[in-house]
C-alpha cells in the first residue's frame, strides 16, 4: 500500500506506525486508513479471541468483495506468511458458512522472500479459476 506517497511493504510497518498507533492520526489517509475495518474488532466478530492479529498473526477483513453473490474475505500475513493453525481455521470458516477466502502469503526468489506478496484462494473450484484468470490478465482482485 502506499500511504501519503510513501510506499509500505507486506511485513514492514507504516513510516507513521508508533508501534501503539499513529502519529498522524488525525490526517490519516480515507484509503486504506479510514476505510479499513480489521475482522478482529468488527462488531461481532466470528473470529476466536486467540485470532487476534498480533496473536494470530493475520489479519482478516470480512466482506471484501464478493464472487457470484457470495461474500469474499480476505486475510493477510502479520509477517511473510499466515501460519498453519490460523490460516487452517479460516480455510474451515470458509467451507463451513460459504464464505470464499482470499489469502497471500510473501513470494519466494531464489530461496529469498521478495517484497512481494502473492494472493490465493480458497473455495469452491470456480472461485479458484476465477481469481487465477484474475491473476494472470494482472486485474486486480477486488
Ligand atoms: S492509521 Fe494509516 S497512516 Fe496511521 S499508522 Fe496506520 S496505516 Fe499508517
New binding site residues.
Partial sequence: MT?QGHPVHPGRP?P??TGKG?D??AN?PTDP?INFNCGWVVEGSPLPDWMKPENARVIVIFNKTTWQGLPVDVAVPVGRRIPPRALNWLKAFAEQHGRPLLFSEQLKENGRFTREQMFMAHGPAAFQQHVASLTAAGEPLW
Avoid: E
Wanted: proline share 0%; aromatic share 12%.
Fill in positions: 500511504i507504516c507513521h506506525s499513529c498522524d492520526y490519516r486508513c
